[in-house]
């Protein structure tokens, strides 16, 4: 089975860097997603992750422990903008992909 | 420019009849989805295809037809609309399947409401 674990919400302050954790276990595993969400829109992409490491994409990072079943996606510079949900997805055998549950980032003035 | 398109955005049905949600895209991808996505339980996946004509069940399938009979088509159809199908749902693309990595990318979403 697959399961994947983010926290449900969590606040921050502009300007600040925020870490949104996921965890997983998966029957297999063939990657790793990040997915930006705004209220009522279509995800976006951020950021695959598929070999241990950190990878950096501006404002934007995403690391992957693939012995851990651990990823996080760092925010830094937070603005306003950024306020929406982040869902991790994991590819797991067979190409399979399930996304977590969303954590909802909320960041304010 | 390379896009998902859905069709409607919004739908309010009554229980029982018929309807299809289209989906297009123009990025000659292969691999299609369909997923809903309900508060508290995130996006879960209805039926994927890998290429024309070649389909198979998601996570959540009861309820729910799909056909791949061209590959920028691939349109969701339930037969006979419940309440408990009332969600938002989104059609995805991608040139291939996840297990290459390639991001998948999302149409705007249909809002449907089975009352």
């Known amino acids: 089975g697959q399961n994947i674990d983010q926290p449900t919400e969590m606040t921050a302050t502009e300007g600040a860097i925020v870490q949104i954790n996921c965890t997983y276990q998966?029957?297999?595993?063939?990657?790793l997603f990040w997915y930006q969400q705004h209220a009522g829109e279509a995800p976006t992409f951020l950021s695959y992750?598929?070999?241990?490491g950190l990878e950096e994409k501006g404002r934007f990072s995403s690391f992957l422990s693939r012995s851990k079943g651990y990823s996080y996606l760092l925010l830094k510079e937070l603005q306003m903008k950024d306020s929406a949900s982040y869902l991790c997805?994991?590819?797991?055998?067979?190409?399979?992909?399930?996304f977590g549950k969303g954590t909802m980032l909320l960041v304010s003035p | 420019e390379a896009q998902v398109t859905q069709n409607p955005r919004y739908l309010i049905t009554v229980t029982g009849k018929k309807l299809t949600v289209t989906c297009s895209q123009n990025?000659?991808?292969?691999?299609m989805s369909w997923y809903r996505q309900d508060p508290g339980l995130g996006l879960r996946q209805i039926y994927y295809?890998?290429?024309?004509?070649?389909?198979d069940k998601g996570d959540v399938p009861e309820g729910y037809k799909v056909s791949r009979k061209e590959k920028r088509n691939f349109p969701l159809i339930l037969e006979s609309p419940s309440p408990n199908q009332t969600s938002l749902y989104f059609c995805?693309?991608?040139?291939?399947?996840?297990?290459?990595?390639?991001?998948?990318?999302f149409g705007p979403g249909t809002r449907l409401t089975v009352l």
């Open positions: 997805a994991v590819i797991g055998g067979y190409s399979t992909l399930t």
């Open positions: 998966t029957s297999g595993f063939n990657g």
């Open positions: 995805a693309s991608s040139a291939r399947d996840s297990g290459g990595g390639d991001t998948q990318y």
């Open positions: 992750n598929v070999l241990d």
């Open positions: 295809s890998m290429n024309v004509e070649v389909t």
């Open positions: 990025m000659n991808h292969e691999y």
